[in-house]
């Protein structure tokens, strides 16, 4: 694996990452990952946890490298819904029963503010309508108490059944549940296949979100039976898998996008990482040289008894009002691949943006296996 690293690392031609003393950060963490004896998101340039990289470096280099990680990670522009988008959700902040009464009176209500276009909010409330009823069929089915230990097709297909719902609601994003193979993963499996080599099959994951207009994939689906918490075995593995597709997928678009600093700068893909009744939403963004950066930014876990008082009501809630913000923000960076790949039908990459794409690192057969 060190050898197979070693040979992606050295054909990189781009700008090294240089922190403010001098010290190239690529040696330090290149001399790092040939040390990891098990596969890791490293091998493929991607930085998921800084804790354990932070003693690689100096004490004057330490605050630097986390600096330029954290304020990578503030960089995307936070969606907020408007105030008739929160009323809409929150009503739901009820007792099952009162959330019942609410569900049958359905979702067109006509107490808009004058400016809102009707059929945004006949959207909007539709899509948080199916959701939070589906939600609310799955605990009452069991009495208010969700199962626990249920197979993994369970969950995505019984409690999370509604994403497609969010997602592909407004027609800028389409969801495609079920393992699927990423398009993304076989483009870079197969870019340098010939007449004489067999073709290779990408790396199936539970889902794929893809922009409509452009059919590039946008986000990752990863789901569990079990939730094992962020440290969980099934949790990492699910990780450094997601971490890869999710790498395939950017340099995908950025290919697509006339590959140009500016695009790889403002390009974001996204993954829902699912485990059991807890679902982690995850971005991914280029940072400096060869790195990447895949990070959990939130974690929502469903409660295992919906309370007849409505406490639960807050979690549920909760979790829907992310789901909407979390679209809300692919559908706009949808918009951005959209523009970026119109302009490169007609505009060619600089010779200063034709640096090759730093590889993702193909699991060798002697590799410990998911």
Known sequence: ????????????????????????????????????????????????????????????????????????????????????????IQQYEASPKEIWD?????????????????????????????????????????????????KESWYTTKVWGFLWKIIDGGGVLEYEPGETTSAASSLRKNSERDLESKQSQGRKIDGIVSCSATNLEICAVEAGKLDQGQSGTKILQDSVKMAKVMKDMFDAIHTRSNGSEDVKRELRTYGLLISGTRIDIVSFRHLEGRFYRMQTEDSVTLPPVWDEHG????????????????KSRVERMAHKIALWVQVSLDTKASPDDSRPIVATLTTPGSSPRR
């Open 1 to 88: 694996m060190g050898d197979e690293f070693m040979q992606h690392f050295g054909e990189y031609s781009g700008r090294d990452w240089t922190l403010p003393s001098g010290t190239i950060a690529d040696r330090i963490l290149c001399n790092h990952i040939r040390t990891l004896s098990k596969e890791s998101a490293l091998h493929s340039f991607v930085i998921q946890r800084t804790r354990p990289l932070l003693s690689l470096f100096q004490d004057n280099d330490v605050n630097a490298f986390q600096n330029y990680i954290s304020d990578s990670d503030r960089s995307e522009t936070q969606d907020q819904l408007t105030d008739w988008q929160r009323a809409t």
């Open 311 to 326: 406490v639960s009501s807050k979690t549920i809630v909760a979790l829907v009002y992310k789901l909407m913000l979390f």
């Open 102 to 150: 609410k569900l049958q009176g359905g979702w067109a209500t006509k107490d808009l503010p004058q400016d809102v276009d009707a059929s945004v909010a006949f959207s909007f409330r539709c899509v948080v309508y199916q959701a939070i009823l589906d939600l609310a069929t799955v605990y009452r089915s069991h009495h208010y108490r969700l199962p626990q230990g249920k």
